[in-house]
């Protein structure tokens, strides 16, 4: 699969590099370049929607799509700092709300956005702590087009009930008696994917065990990532990881386990449900509740873990007019209307059409209204790019060795050298 997506990067790249090329200033001026990781199965589908939109909006505009395959971005990112360091960005990039964004903030290598948001009016229509998310000093540099939550149990019914599991479960300690009781079956209990899913699973653990003040509390200073908690979610972590099948490739194929009746559960983003629903050959045409349920992950319930896609404006876009054309969909009511529903988030914007959410996007709807929050680490919010890196290189060393000690050590001295 993945192979798949890396020959539709390549063909893009290609288109890129054959009408960019030789200083045409006017192809540069009608093409606008719009640079994201949603090139896979489900996410793909979310981006088509609003590029239909932003085309409908702009016939002179032509939309470029950069995207670089991997989910979460684990490849694109470093494509993007280099064409960043080169001097040579698209003209508008995905970053998530939050320390994520704030790096590229920080380094100056985005434009203010407050007069496009004075223009659209924008402060009124985005939650105010989100926008708080994505400000320095009062500038505002990102156009959140929507809230995802990362903590969500999938599970296959069946498979729960073949097990004699009599629903999804509550607790840590809940889950590994579940997750005991499938191995039985000889199904696979928890599916995995690539290295950044395990990093996933484990801010899923960490708020399961620790609740959500002490979470949040990780990730300020002088955070305690030594104590005795921090060892009992990890020992957690390692107990429930046990229990994963062969790393596939990504999300997707992980996910697939589910809802193919393969595996038992996943702890997946809800971009799972893009996929999930979506009709095929992006999508798998699965049927809610049916072929496919979902809970907040053990220990979670009450609390949004979450997360938010957002573009940018980078300085020195080669078509400024063109990103701010691009802006104004993102941004807007349609926009966010035609792709939330198919990504499998629920709007950024505060009036979106609730009617389009339904099922699974109408609970999201209703939790993100009345639960605490707490911000992603995989996905941006609660960590820089720096200490993510450091986290995820901690984990990949955990999965060879498996030691809780070392693992919480590196952690500990992860956060220390990340946080003043
Ligand atoms: C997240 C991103 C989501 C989704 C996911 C899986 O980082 O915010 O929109 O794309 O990765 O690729």
Redesign the pocket.
């Known amino acids: 699969m993945r192979r798949r997506w890396l020959a539709a990067v390549a063909i893009t790249l290609l288109g890129v590099t054959a009408c960019g090329g030789g200083g045409e200033t006017k192809a540069a001026q009608s093409e606008v370049t719009v640079f ?3 090139t ?1 199965p489900g ?1 793909a589908d ?1 981006l088509k929607a609003m590029r239909e939109i932003f085309e409908k909006q702009n016939p002179n505009l032509k939309f470029i799509d950069g995207a670089v395959a ?4 684990d490849q694109a990112k470093a494509l993007l700092q280099t064409k960043l360091q080169g001097g040579e960005p698209p003209d508008s990039f ?1 970053g ?1 709300a939050g320390a994520e964004l704030q790096g590229y903030i920080k380094a100056g290598q985005l434009e203010d956005l407050t007069s496009l948001y004075d223009e659209l009016k924008l402060k009124d229509a985005f939650p105010a702590q989100l926008v708080e998310q994505i400000s320095v000093e009062g500038k505002i540099y990102s156009v959140p087009v ?1 809230i ?1 939550r990362s903590n969500v149990l999938w599970f296959n019914p069946a498979v729960l009930t073949e097990a004699g599991v009599a629903g999804p479960p509550k607790t840590i300690e809940e889950f590994t008696a579940a997750l005991e009781k499938v191995k039985a079956t000889g199904k696979i209990p928890l599916s995995i994917g690539s290295e ?1 899913t395990v990093t996933h699973l484990l801010e899923n653990v960490l708020l399961g065990s620790l609740g959500t003040d002490a979470y949040n509390a990780l990730f300020k200073p002088g955070a305690d990532w030594g104590g005795p908690a921090v060892t009992k979610a990890l020992e957690s972590f390692a107990t429930i990881l046990s229990y994963a099948g062969d790393s596939q490739d ?2 997707q194929p992980a996910a697939k386990q589910v809802a193919d009746g393969q595996a038992a559960f996943n702890v ?2 809800d ?1 799972a449900y893009g996929f999930f629903r979506n009709p095929a050959p992006n999508g798998l045409s699965k049927t809610a509740k049916k072929d496919f349920d979902w809970a907040p992950a053990p220990g979670t319930d009450g609390t949004y873990l979450w ?3 957002s573009f940018t404006l980078p300085k020195g876009a080669k078509n400024r007019d063109g990103a701010l054309a691009w802006l104004k969909v993102a941004a807007g009511k349609e926009g966010q209307d035609a792709f939330n529903p198919k ?1 499998g ?1 629920i709007p950024a914007r505060k009036d979106a059409d609730a009617a389009l959410y339904t099922d699974y996007l109408g609970e999201a709807l209703k939790d993100w209204s009345s639960d605490k929050l707490a911000g ?1 680490v ?3 919010v609660s960590v820089s790019q720096p200490w993510l890196s450091a986290i995820n290189e901690q984990v990949g060393l955990f999965l060879g060795k498996k030691d809780v000690a070392a693992l919480q050590k590196g952690l500990a001295e992860a956060a220390a050298a990340n946080t003043q």
């Not at 991997?70 to 971005?73: C, E, F, H, R």
């Open positions: 994201s990781w949603w896979g996410e979310g991997g989910g979460s971005g995905q998530h929507n995802h950044w990504d999300w997946m983003g971009w997360l938010s896609d990504k988030s992603s995989q996905h941006g």
